[in-house]
């Protein structure tokens, strides 16, 4: 991985555009995200009716401090505005992207077919066939291009998160420890849960 990921976490703020700025996480909007320049991950859904789910993506990223950018850019609907996008973020260090889509869900694929970043794909709950069609979609790529493909709906949004955190951390040691420290205080919930009494 090159600078931009060693530098996490450091405090420079660099010029974007307007439309651009507007959508990347802000020290205001979560106490943790840390103000850096740079979004490392760009997180794309097909609709903004997928938010609902793609927001625990948002979520896992921020609870770390990890920069990231959202956006819903359709591969159907707009397809050059996302291309644009994919090239914006990759231009401006972005690490990874997460995109998640549902139905006949092309996002991540075409996403994958325009870096070589990773990209993990999250299929959303979809009306008739309950994401089965997303996931379908989104896991059976043709050898060449891969898309890491994750659970159906929240918990998948929220793992992508994780797994885009644990790749962010490979290069930064603070962000490793932090994800050691979300493990152990998760296995110390499980420790301390007790289950009702027999009535
Ligand atoms: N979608 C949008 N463009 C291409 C695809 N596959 C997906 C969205 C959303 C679903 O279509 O990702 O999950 C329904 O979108 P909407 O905007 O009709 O609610």
Request: glycine share 4%; proline share 20%.
């Given at each position: 991985m090159d600078s931009t990921a060693t530098n996490f976490g450091k405090v420079e703020y660099r010029a974007r555009k307007k439309k651009e700025v507007d959508t990347v996480a802000k020290p205001a909007e979560h106490?943790?995200?840390?103000?850096?320049?740079?979004?490392l991950v760009g997180i794309v859904m097909?609709?903004?009716?997928d938010w609902e789910v793609m927001q625990h993506a948002a979520r896992s990223l921020a609870d770390f401090g990890v920069a990231h950018q959202t956006r819903a850019l359709?591969?159907?609907?707009t397809p050059d505005l996302l291309i644009e996008w994919v090239d914006g973020l990759i231009k401006a260090g972005a690490k990874c992207f997460i995109a998640g889509a549902g139905g006949a869900a092309h996002l991540p694929g075409v996403v994958a077919a325009r870096t070589t970043l990773p990209v993990l794909g999250v299929p959303m709950p979809s009306k008739h066939l309950q994401g089965l069609d997303s996931m379908l979609s989104i896991i059976q790529?043709?050898?060449g291009i891969p898309v890491a493909t994750f659970a159906i709906g929240d918990a998948g949004a929220a793992n992508a998160g994780l797994f885009a955190v644990a790749m962010l951390a490979l290069e930064d040691a603070s962000l490793a420890k932090k994800l050691t420290a979300f493990r152990e205080k998760q296995a110390e919930a499980v420790r301390a849960a007790k289950l009702p009494e027999l009535k």
């Open positions: 106490p943790s995200v840390q103000p850096s320049v740079t979004p097909g609709s903004t009716s359709s591969a159907h609907r790529m043709p050898k």
